[in-house]
Structure formats: C-alpha cells, structure tokens
C-alpha cells in the first residue's frame, strides 16, 4: 500500500522559509515521480513541482521557480520543497503525490495523496 506523509508546515512570517517533508512508503519502482501541490481555500489544487525518483529530472511551475526547490534522498525514501521568501500568498495546504510517468502540474495524473500539511504566512 503506497502510503505518503507531508510534514514540516506551520506558521511563518513574511520573508521567512520552510522545508517540507514527503515521507513515501510501500513503493514499488512502478510509481517514478513524486510532486508537490498546494491549495488555497476557494481555488483549484495548483501543481508546483515534481521530480523522477529514477533520475532525478525535475518540473517547476512557474510560480515555484526561483523560490522553491524540490529534492530527493533516497536513502530515507523522502521527497523534499524547500521553501524561500514566502508570501502570504503561499499560505495552503500543501500535497506530494505520486504517479507512474507523469511530471507535471495536473493533479488528475497522480493516483496517490498525502494527507496535506498547512503552511500559513503572516506577520
């Protein structure tokens, strides 16, 4: 049972940074990527980031390039983002998912989720 867990959010000030954790377990080496997601109460589930567990090739969304950085340690089985100079505009839930092939910013292509961990900025 593949089986993913988000940690690492909280409560942070404008200008300030976090690093998120995506614990994967029960994996097989059929699912290759791993992505982070957010979502804003009112708004649609928006893709960040994703990278292949295999190569480590990697996807950012516009939004995410130059502030977020996604990686990976293999040893621990856990996917990381890596967060800078947050804006209030970054406070949602934030996801990983996984999916076989597809690296990319629609969720509909990943078949599994995390929980969600909440990440709020402000003063």
């Known amino acids: 049972q593949v089986q993913l867990v988000e940690s690492g959010g909280g409560l942070v000030s404008p200008g300030g940074s976090l690093r998120l954790s995506c614990a994967a377990s029960?994996?097989?080496?059929?699912?290759?990527?791993i992505g982070w997601f957010r979502q804003a109460p009112g708004y649609e589930r928006e893709g960040l980031t994703c990278i292949y567990r295999s190569n480590g090739n990697t996807w950012y969304a516009n939004s995410a390039k130059g502030r977020f950085t996604i990686s990976r340690d293999d040893a621990r089985n856990t996917v990381y983002l890596q967060m800078y100079n947050l804006t209030p505009d970054d406070t949602a839930v934030y996801y990983c998912?996984?999916?076989?092939?597809?690296?990319?910013?629609?969720?509909?292509?990943?078949?599994?989720w995390g929980q969600g961990t909440q990440v709020t900025v402000s003063p």
């Open positions: 029960g994996f097989s080496s059929d699912f290759d990527v």
């Open positions: 998912a996984t999916s076989r092939l597809y690296c990319g910013r629609l969720y509909q292509m990943y078949d599994y």
